[in-house]
């Protein structure tokens, strides 16, 4: 890949690498590092200039990747956990509420035609 990013365009293919590492579990920062072609050190400063860690991208990636999924009543809860990386559903739900404050199962059926997650209207106002 193209070391010539721009903050946003860094993060934004930051983003793509973690969604499609995540099916095979929690993606280490040196295999997206590596994916993107930069060293971890880079992206560690990178991230910190946007004001959060890597731990904290992959969770918001993680979280904005589940509101997504959670509104297609097709993909089975089961299987968001999955694309996830989580080993188990109920390791998935317990973060998930953590995030939005509700789990799954009832942030699908609140807001199942809503373009954009609670948490994140949440913290927009709030935070």
Not at 3 to 14: D, E, H, K, N, Y
Request: with cysteine; net charge positive.
């Amino acid at each position: 890949m193209n070391r010539g990013f721009t903050r946003q365009g860094l993060l934004s293919a930051m983003q793509q690498v973690i969604i499609d590492l995540l099916p095979n579990g929690y993606p280490l920062i040196t295999s997206t590092a590596a994916r993107i072609g930069i060293s971890v050190r880079t992206m560690q400063r990178r991230l910190a200039e946007s004001g959060v860690n890597y731990s904290e991208f992959v969770a918001q990636v993680r979280f904005a990747q589940a509101c997504r999924d959670l509104k297609n009543p097709q993909i089975p809860l089961g299987k968001v956990s999955v694309r996830l990386g989580y080993r188990d559903p109920s390791s998935f739900s317990r973060a998930f509420a953590r995030w939005a404050g509700m789990p799954p199962r009832q942030y699908r059926q609140q807001e199942a035609g809503s373009s954009e997650c609670v948490a994140e209207t949440r913290r927009r106002y709030h935070d």
